[in-house]
């Protein structure tokens, strides 16, 4: 017998079906829109939250890129960007991520963290791409400065700072910046078609810094003066010699048949560190060449210290460049 007004079950009729209509229906149907960000919207939370914080970031890589790259239409981040929707959801998303935000911080400050990277991005990729064209510049006028000064064709010497201007300054600056996502003059063409393009300027360069060794040390020969005497000889010796080694390298990396036992990604890594390196030497030779007793006696004042600034920024350019494609994105790998 069963009081009056209760219900008898039988325990035959308590199924898995309906334990799934006893649960809250207003959690299951936020559920079914939010559990497909739950793992992404989680991998932004750390990734880009924690490091905003000081912390340590976890497993931020697939959203985090995302972010940064605008791709973030999704109409549940969307939702969660408004004020009073974010306030009432902040609680479920922490609930279904099964975590809790940082100690002493707010869960609604935390998530308005993550989705503030998106706007910052922006800003980044503008600075990101003045600055390519600053160095666009900087490297084109700088070589045109100093082919100015040096009037080629004037002396067997005039050839030497015009083409090794021309090598390091203006076309190893170009190959490095085919590569830029930013900055790029041949965003157009596929990645084989920029590498293809890259390799030939390099090679380009090669020759205008070998041809422009080979006219100085002629000059030296004719006029009876020692050779390597000065760092900036010294300096620009060890460039050309890097660059040609550089070349050589890059060989394995457009057959990559012929080093079967190296990964092409480990290639790639390696390639461009030493190209950086490679960069900064030719660098470090222009500035050297600046102080030098033909230089000096032609350009004083303010100029000299514009065209001093020539080389290093191009170089803080390309350091940028270099570290964020490859050497940064190593590092933060697992």
Known sequence: MTPAGSRSVDPGSWTPANTRRRQPSGLDSQGKHACALTHRLSCLLNSACAERLGGVAGGGGILSQEVLAGQTSHPEVKRLRDGAAARAAVPRVFSFLGTKPPHRVSPLAWLTMALSVETESHIYRALRTASGAAAHLVAL?????????????SSLFSWHPTLMSLAFSFLMTEALLVFSPESSLLRSLSRKGRARCHWVLQLLALLCALLGLGLVILHKEQLGKAHLATWHGRAGLIAVLW?????????GLLYPKLLPRWPLAKLKLYHATSGLVGYLLGSASLLLAMCSLWFTATVTGGVWYLAVLCPVITSLVIMSQVSNAYLYRKRIQP
């Open 141 to 153: 006028g700088f070589t045109i400065f100093v082919a100015v000064l040096a009037r080629p064709g």
């Open 243 to 251: 660059a040609g080694l550089q070349c050589s390298g890059g060989v």
